[in-house]
């Protein structure tokens, strides 16, 4: 089964995720800007997800995951719960 490892921001608009994807671009440390800005819990481990298959995330979230190209700020990806900047760490065949 395929896997990927990834991490997010979780912002409540398109606006705050295009600056952070930004400032991240710049040069500022993913983990560092997930910590101080993203509303998921997962914020305060740097916005780590773990390791998880297809379907363990909303449709939207999925679709960047397994298609996106590694190592690359993606987004900002709306879903119901806000928009997100997506890493993806790493992904298995």
């Not at 928009?83 to 890493?87: P, R, S, T």
């Given at each position: 089964m395929t896997t990927a490892t990834a991490r997010h921001i979780l912002v409540d608009s398109e606006e705050k995720c295009e600056e952070l994807k930004k400032e991240?671009?710049?040069g500022a440390d993913f983990a560092e800007v997930a910590r101080k800005h993203s509303t998921?819990?997962?914020g305060r481990e740097g916005g780590d997800l773990g390791q998880f298959g297809p379907g363990q995330m909303v449709r939207?979230?999925?679709e960047?995951?397994?298609s996106g190209?590694?190592?690359t700020v993606l987004g900002p990806v709306r879903t119901q719960f806000g928009?997100?900047?997506?890493?993806v760490?790493?992904?298995t065949a």
């Open positions: 991240i671009q710049a998921c819990p997962s939207e979230f999925d960047v995951v397994f190209e590694l190592n928009f997100h900047l997506l890493e760490t790493s992904r």
